[in-house]
Each structure stands twice: as C-alpha cells, then as structure tokens.
C-alpha cells in the first residue's frame, strides 16, 4: 500500500488488544483491574495531543528524539520537518520509529513505519488537519516536498495505561501488516 493510500485511508480495523510481558510490575490479567483499554481510548489521546515525541535512530545506532507536532487521520500519525533535518536523515536511513504522546500519566506510545507523502491531496488533508487541531492558517505550498517533508507513521504496535490503574490497564495493541 502506498503512502498516498494509508493518509487517505478511514480509520482501520480494531487492532488486536492484549497484556504486554511487563515482568516485575505485578500486572494483571487481562480481565482484572480496568481490563484491556479499547483502541477508541488511544485514538482519542492521540487526537488531543498538542505535542508528540518522535524517536528516530541515527546512522551510527544512537537515538535521537524530537518533539513534533502531529495529526492523528485515522490510520497514521502525521508531521512534517525539513526535508535536510537531523529527523528526516535519520528516516531515509531507517524508517523505524517510535511516537509517543507528551502525556506520561495516560500514555500512548505508538511503534511504527513512517512513509514520506508527496501527493498533493495527501499534504492537502495534513495541513487542513493542522490548521484545525492548532488554529494556524498555514496553506499547503508550506509542505513544498523539496523544502518540508511531510510523514505519516502507520501504527505497527501501540502501548497504552491509566497511572491510575499501572497494573490493571497496560494495553498493548497489535495492528495487521
């Protein structure tokens, strides 16, 4: 599927929800406490975030993170950069990333695979989505693909939990690839 495809895509099918292997932390079963958290309750945390952390690596195997704006469209989580930034580098090399919501009591931490989008449409629907979620009134040359790139980063793996529950919430979701 091409990255064109995954922005415009609805919201996918609900991921597989299960308990991560956390040993030491005395978490329950699946059953017990909150139970597994629902996928709506990661969409809606990564909808209301105003500021993200992307985790890249860099070419000799040391991480680099960044905070970002982003814009959650259903399917992937979306941000531009630079195109010649230390992130953007980090990408072109290895496409592997985690993301993560600045909310470290209700945590969203999303591993995945981002894809550079250039179709017009594409970066029409990030700087719409933009505009809306942070009231800026940015229009789409900004995303020029020879200036800013623009990135979608489709979910592989999730991680979420309520503090208030570290026990019985741990979620972990799993999304077909």
Excluded at 27 to 47: H, I, M, N
Excluded at 110 to 130: M, N, S, W, Y
Excluded at 153 to 175: C, E, I, K, N, Y
Aim: net charge negative; glycine share 6%.
């Amino acid at each position: 599927m091409s990255a064109s495809a995954a922005a415009a895509e609805p919201e996918p099918a609900e991921p597989t929800a299960r308990r991560p292997h956390m040993p030491g932390y005395g978490v329950q079963g699946p059953d017990e406490g909150t139970g597994l958290l629902p996928w709506s309750w990661a969409v809606e945390r990564l909808r209301a975030t105003r500021n993200f952390w992307l985790c890249t690596v860099r070419p000799d195997g040391r991480p680099h993170a960044m905070p970002v704006w982003g814009a959650w469209d259903g399917a992937a989580l979306l941000f531009s950069s630079s195109v010649p930034s230390r992130k953007m580098a980090n990408l072109r090399a290895n496409p592997q990333v985690v993301v993560t919501t600045e909310e470290a009591e209700e945590p969203v931490v999303i591993e995945g695979h981002a894809e550079i989008l250039t179709e017009k449409r594409d970066l029409q629907r990030f700087i719409d989505l933009v505009n809306s979620k942070y009231s800026t009134r940015y229009r789409v040359d900004f995303l020029d693909p020879e200036v800013n790139a623009t990135v979608a980063v489709r979910p592989q793996q999730a991680f979420g939990l309520h503090q208030g529950d570290f026990t019985g919430s741990p979620t972990r979701w799993s999304f077909a690839t």
